[in-house]
Structures are given as C-alpha cells and as structure tokens.
C-alpha cells in the first residue's frame, strides 16, 4: 500500500541496548523527519533529511543517529537507548518541490525503555 | 521562550458552539503555517494550510497576521466530531515542521 509505515508499531527494549526505528515512505519525498511526542512537549524535531544521503539535526538529536541511502528508508538508531528516550516517535514525509505543502505522518511507534 | 505557543486549554465547549484557538510564533522568518489535528493516540493529520489572506474550509476558519506573527483557527457549530488537539505548525525554508504543544477540544453533547 501506498504511504508512511513505521516499525514496529510497539517496542520494549531495555537501557543500553541498541534499538533501530524503521520508517518507509512509497512517495518518494524529498523531504523527511524523526519526531518524538512527549507530555508537556509536543512533538519535537530528532532529525531531517532533504534527500538521500542529507541528514541534519533537529532540536533533540542527542543519543540517536540516522541514515538516508535510499529516499524511501529513514532509519532511526538510538544507540544505547535510556529511560528518558521512553516516547511516541514519528516519522513524516514531505513533496520538496512546493512550499507550503503539508507532511504525512506514519502511525508511530511507542517505545517504552525499562 | 518556545518557538510556537498556543493557548493551553483544554477547551470544553457544548455541541453548536464557536471556539477559537491561538498561536504565536517567535521566528519571523517562518515560511509556512498549517493547523494539524491529532486524535487520541493517533499521528497528526492537516487540518488546513493557513495564508495571510486568510482561509475557510467548510466550519473552520484560519488567519494568519504576519506583522503580529499570530496565527487562528475558528470553528463554528462545533460537533462531537472535532474533539481531538489542535497543534499549530511553523515550517521554515528546509521543510521541517514546528509544532505548538498542541490545545485540546472536546466538544460535549
């Protein structure tokens, strides 16, 4: 199906471990973005990238990591993952060519970290 | 100071009401300004983009005033249906979205 997916849709992973979030897009966006959703926060920006193998920091990128080789993955590493990176992370997807136009969302993926 | 500010709510109004949300925001060199709407659990959707020259669709409403860098939602006759958080969003030049904490409605039957 055409879309934004994110896997897994729940994960539970304990401190230290290496966790990798999946995100796919069937659009072929320039334009994509790691979110994560906290109480009190809001959605706030982890990482974007504007192509393929173009990545940048957003306002909360300590402790995870991304990669763009192909415009439709986005993978998101948390490295040695702890308790505060206990969130709803959300990947989105954006058309370059015209500003103003809206981002996707994929369903997000609740990561607890124990 | 955060980039995007709303109204916090929540907002609790009957069935038929008119409500109206508020935004601020503190980069002016922001490009693009949306209303996203998340339901419960769920990934934020667009609502409608928002133009200076102001916009409707349908029940809603959006205002943006550059000099003042304020941005509005209005929603008239309010139904159950609109119950769900309205994030107000700032994009600037690289796309990447800025995201109010987000004003919670329910509208009460």
């Known amino acids: 199906d055409a879309g934004i997916t994110q896997s897994p849709r729940y994960k539970i992973t304990e401190t230290g471990r290496q966790v990798t979030l999946m995100c796919h897009q069937t659009w072929s966006h320039s334009y994509m973005f790691w979110y994560r959703q906290d109480l009190g926060h809001g959605l706030r920006l982890i990482y974007y990238?504007?192509?393929?193998?173009?990545?940048d920091k957003g306002e909360v990128p300590d402790g995870y990591v991304v990669s763009r080789s192909k415009t439709e993955n986005f993978p998101l590493t948390l490295e040695s993952a702890t308790r505060s990176q206990t969130s709803v992370y959300f990947c989105?997807?954006?058309?370059?060519?015209?500003?103003?136009?809206?981002?996707?969302f994929g369903q997000g993926t609740r990561l607890t970290v124990v | 100071r955060k980039e995007v500010e709303q109204d916090p709510g929540p907002f609790n109004v009957p069935e038929g009401a008119t409500v109206a949300f508020n935004c601020t925001y503190s980069n002016s060199a922001s490009q693009s300004f949306f209303w996203y709407r998340q339901d419960c659990r769920k990934e934020p959707k667009l609502l409608m983009s928002?133009?200076?020259s102001g916009n409707e669709d349908g029940r809603f409403t959006a205002q943006l005033n550059r000099a003042s860098q304020y941005i509005s939602l209005l929603i008239r006759d309010s139904k159950l249906s609109d119950s769900a958080t309205y994030l107000c969003?700032?994009?600037?030049?690289?796309?990447?979205?800025?995201f109010g904490s987000g004003t919670q409605l329910t509208v009460l039957p």
């Open positions: 989105a997807s954006s058309e370059s060519r015209v500003r103003g136009t809206e981002a996707f």
């Open positions: 969003v700032v994009a600037g030049s690289a796309r990447q979205l800025t």
């Open positions: 928002v133009y200076s």
């Open positions: 990238s504007a192509a393929a193998d173009i990545t």
